[in-house]
């Protein structure tokens, strides 16, 4: 199997570090966070802590295709990372990745970068309207959202678990994470607002976000408002229907074993 991979030059001196944990993930490694869909494990180099994601061996077609026609997510990930770092967007500090492939096919992929501390996520703010500072975090993660939009970045997993906030003395800054889903370009109205639609289902949030959004752009607050709503509701209404459409091939599925 061939190995390729890229590595920040800055950090070059520690390709021999990279190439161990790599070669030696499954064995070394501490495991952190969800490892429902793709694995990471922290790993400790001189007293910094490295995240290493490791991405599954996707199916059949997406191994020719990754092997010859795209960008895998490992790629991805490092090269959007270096690219949002150019833009002043905080995202942790890109390190390397690592790819394996056979001949005809794509395997496993890995991404380097350093781990970033924070002290929460988008997530809690839908789930504790107490935390301290609510509306001042929610209303500075809008000005965050804006400033992507500003410098053409649509980030396409804007989701709850996958913006890192951390309090500093002067208010807070914003990273994001799980980077291998992103467009680079010019953004229109409406691709902006529905930008918002995968945050949060309550609508307070979205009131919140909206008024921010509209100091922020000029545009009309009731203007974003009905579009950020309706296009919030709509993407509800589809993440429930194709998850009622899973338990049902689930139940059909046991039924016929």
């Given at each position: 199997m061939?190995?390729?991979?890229?590595?920040h030059?800055?950090?070059?001196?520690?390709?021999?570090?990279?190439?161990?944990?790599?070669?030696?993930?499954?064995?070394?490694?501490?495991p952190?966070?969800?490892?429902?869909?793709?694995?990471?494990?922290?790993?400790?180099?001189n007293?910094?802590?490295?995240?290493?994601?490791?991405?599954?061996?996707?199916?059949?077609?997406?191994q020719?295709?990754?092997?010859?026609?795209?960008?895998?997510?490992?790629?991805?990930?490092?090269?959007?990372?270096?690219w949002?770092?150019?833009?002043?967007?905080g995202?942790?500090q890109?390190?390397?990745?690592?790819?394996?492939k056979?001949?005809?096919?794509?395997?496993?992929?890995?991404?380097?970068?350093?781990?970033?501390?924070?002290d929460?996520?988008?997530?809690?703010?839908?789930?504790?309207?107490?935390?301290?500072?609510?509306?001042?975090?929610?209303?500075?993660?809008?000005?965050?959202?804006y400033?992507?939009?500003?410098?053409k970045?649509?980030f396409?997993?804007?989701?709850?678990?996958?913006?890192?906030?951390?309090?500093?003395?002067?208010?807070?800054?914003?990273?994001?994470?799980?980077?291998?889903?992103?467009?680079?370009?010019?953004?229109?109205?409406?691709?902006?607002?529905?930008?918002?639609?995968?945050?949060?289902?309550?609508?307070?949030?979205?009131?919140?976000?909206?008024?921010?959004?509209?100091?922020?752009?000029?545009?009309?607050?009731?203007?974003?408002?009905?579009?950020?709503?309706?296009?919030?509701?709509?993407?509800?209404?589809?993440?429930?229907?194709?998850?009622?459409?899973?338990?049902?091939?689930?139940?059909?599925?046991t039924?016929?074993?």
């Amino acid at each position: 199997m061939n190995r390729t991979k890229n590595i920040h030059k800055d950090f070059k001196a520690s390709e021999a570090f990279f190439d161990d944990i790599i070669l030696n993930y499954d064995s070394k490694g501490e495991p952190f966070g969800n490892q429902d869909r793709n694995s990471l494990k922290l790993f400790d180099l001189n007293g910094k802590t490295v995240n290493v994601k490791s991405f599954r061996i996707p199916n059949v077609i997406n191994q020719i295709a990754y092997r010859f026609f795209r960008k895998s997510k490992a790629q991805r990930s490092f090269e959007y990372g270096n690219w949002l770092k150019s833009l002043d967007i905080g995202t942790p500090q890109p390190l390397a990745y690592y790819e394996f492939k056979t001949a005809f096919l794509f395997k496993k992929s890995y991404y380097i970068s350093e781990q970033q501390d924070c002290d929460l996520t988008y997530r809690e703010l839908t789930t504790n309207f107490n935390y301290p500072d609510f509306e001042a975090i929610l209303r500075a993660f809008t000005r965050f959202t804006y400033k992507l939009h500003q410098k053409k970045v649509h980030f396409l997993d804007h989701s709850p678990g996958n913006t890192l906030i951390q309090k500093v003395d002067n208010g807070y800054e914003f990273y994001l994470v799980d980077l291998n889903r992103m467009e680079f370009k010019e953004l229109d109205f409406e691709t902006r607002i529905k930008n918002f639609s995968k945050l949060t289902i309550h609508k307070f949030m979205i009131e919140i976000m909206s008024d921010e959004y509209a100091k922020c752009s000029g545009e009309a607050y009731d203007k974003i408002l009905d579009l950020m709503w309706s296009s919030t509701e709509a993407f509800q209404n589809k993440y429930h229907k194709k998850r009622r459409l899973k338990k049902k091939l689930k139940f059909w599925k046991t039924y016929q074993d």
